[in-house]
C-alpha cells in the first residue's frame, strides 16, 4: 500500500472516535498495519508514521493512564478541525471572478463545484458592507487564446516545443513560430506566453490573443532548459502601439470600472460628433495604445457598454465576441505540425 494512503487512513481512524484506539486495533484496521511481517516491523512502521503525522501538524496524543500504561492513541477533534470559513461579499464576489475565469479550462468543473459548495454550506457573510468606501465590481474579460493554457502549461511542465500561426501587431498576414515555452503570464489586460522564438534566436513574447489557429506540442519530453528568466522585461519589448488610439464609448452607470479607471480629458474642440448617448449611460473617453487590451475590455461589459466613436474599434469588438466564442469551441489536444 502506498505510503500517503496508509497515512491518511491513520488520520481517519484517530479522528473517528473520541476515545483512544489502542495499537494492535490500528494494526487490525489499517491495511499496510496487518501485512507487517512481525511485530517489530509493525512498531517501526507505526512509530514512522506517528513522527510523520506530528510533523506536519496533525496533534497525534498518545492516552496513558495514571501509572503511565498506554491506552492508546487520538486525534482531538477540535484541535485539528478547521475553524468555519466566512467570506465577505466582496471576497465572495472575487471567488466567483475566479471560478468564471477557469471557466473554459481543465479545472472548470472543480472550479465550479468548489464554489457550489461553499454556498450550500452557508460561508457567505451577508452583512452588508459599510463605509464609504466603493467596492469595484470586477469582470472576467473574454480573452481569445485562452483556450491554449492548459496546452502552454503542460508544455512548459514537460519542456516541449510548441508551434503557432501569430499574427503581430504590424503583421499583414499570421507566420508560424516555433517556441520554447518558459512561462505564461497575465499582463496588459491579456494572457502572454513568454518563450525562446527558435527562428529569430531571442527571446520573445506572444499575446495569445494573436495566435491564430491552433497551438500543438510536440509530444517530446525535455527538449530544452527554463533558464531564468524576468518574463516583465521580455513582456516590456513587445510590441504596442506607437500612438494611442482614442475611443468614445458610452457605459452604463455603475459598470466599467476598467474603462474609467483608464480614462482621459479630451481636448476641447477635438471631440468628434457623436450620437445620442443612452440613458442611464455615462460617456467615458479612452487614449490606448493596446488595442487588444481596449477591445477586450469593451467587450466584457457586453450590453453595458456601446462604442459612439471610431466605428472600427466596434467592428472590432464584434468580431472579437465572434472568434471567442468559437475558440472557446475548438479541441487544444492536437499533435503538433506545421500546417
Known amino acids: 500500500m502506498d505510503r500517503t494512503e496508509r497515512l491518511f487512513n491513520l488520520v481517519l481512524a484517530l479522528t473517528s472516535k473520541a476515545r483512544p484506539i489502542p495499537r494492535e486495533t490500528l494494526r487490525s484496521l489499517i491495511e499496510g498495519y496487518a501485512d507487517s511481517t512481525s511485530d517489530a516491523a509493525f512498531e517501526r512502521m507505526f512509530e514512522r508514521d506517528k513522527d510523520e503525522l506530528r510533523s506536519l501538524g496533525i496533534p497525534v496524543e498518545t492516552v496513558t493512564t495514571g501509572e503511565g500504561e498506554v491506552l492508546g492513541y487520538v486525534i482531538p477533534r477540535d484541535d485539528y478541525r478547521l475553524p468555519s470559513i466566512r467570506f465577505t461579499n466582496a471576497q465572495w464576489s472575487l471567488l466567483g471572478v475566479a471560478a468564471r475565469a477557469w471557466s473554459q479550462a481543465a479545472s472548470a468543473e472543480p472550479a465550479r463545484s468548489a464554489v457550489r459548495k461553499l454556498e450550500a454550506a452557508g460561508a457567505v457573510d451577508g452583512t452588508p458592507t459599510t463605509g464609504t468606501t466603493e467596492i469595484v465590481a470586477w469582470q472576467v474579460r473574454p480573452e481569445e487564446g485562452e483556450q491554449w493554457l492548459p496546452t502552454l502549461w503542460g508544455a512548459i511542465r514537460r519542456r516541449s516545443r510548441v508551434g503557432f500561426d501569430y499574427l503581430g501587431l504590424r503583421d499583414q498576414v499570421s507566420?508560424?513560430?516555433?517556441?520554447?515555452?518558459?512561462?505564461?503570464?497575465?499582463?496588459?489586460?491579456?494572457?502572454?506566453?513568454i518563450g525562446f522564438d527558435t527562428d529569430r534566436l531571442a527571446p520573445?513574447?506572444?499575446?495569445?490573443?494573436?495566435?491564430?489557429?491552433?497551438?500543438?506540442?510536440?509530444?517530446?519530453?525535455?527538449?530544452?532548459?527554463?533558464?531564468?528568466?524576468?518574463?516583465?522585461?521580455?513582456?516590456?519589448?513587445?510590441?504596442?502601439?506607437?500612438?494611442?488610439?482614442d475611443a468614445w464609448i458610452a457605459v452604463a452607470v455603475g459598470g466599467g470600472a476598467r474603462l474609467r479607471l483608464t480614462s482621459v480629458e479630451a481636448v476641447?474642440?477635438?471631440?468628434?460628433?457623436?450620437?445620442?448617448?443612452?440613458?442611464?449611460?455615462?460617456?467615458?473617453?479612452?487614449?490606448?495604445?493596446?488595442?487588444?487590451?481596449?477591445?477586450?475590455?469593451?467587450?466584457?461589459?457586453?450590453?453595458?457598454?456601446?462604442?459612439?466613436?471610431?466605428?472600427?474599434?466596434?467592428?472590432m469588438v464584434r468580431e472579437h465576441l465572434g472568434r471567442v466564442s468559437m475558440a472557446h469551441q475548438e479541441d487544444p489536444?492536437?499533435?503538433?505540425?506545421?500546417?
Open 175 to 193: 507566420s508560424y513560430r516555433s517556441v520554447d515555452p518558459w512561462s505564461v503570464v497575465g499582463r496588459r489586460g491579456g494572457w502572454y506566453l
Open 204 to 245: 520573445r513574447a506572444f499575446r495569445l490573443s494573436r495566435i491564430t489557429g491552433t497551438v500543438t506540442a510536440s509530444g517530446h519530453i525535455a527538449e530544452f532548459d527554463i533558464p531564468e528568466h524576468d518574463a516583465d522585461a521580455i513582456l516590456g519589448g513587445a510590441e504596442v502601439d506607437e500612438q494611442a488610439t
Open 268 to 315: 476641447p474642440g477635438e471631440e468628434p460628433r457623436l450620437g445620442d448617448i443612452p440613458d442611464g449611460f455615462d460617456l467615458v473617453h479612452v487614449a490606448s495604445r493596446d488595442l487588444g487590451s481596449l477591445v477586450a475590455d469593451i467587450a466584457a461589459l457586453g450590453e453595458r457598454a456601446k462604442v459612439m466613436h471610431p466605428p472600427e474599434i466596434a467592428t
Open 333 to 339: 489536444e492536437q499533435p503538433m505540425g506545421k500546417p
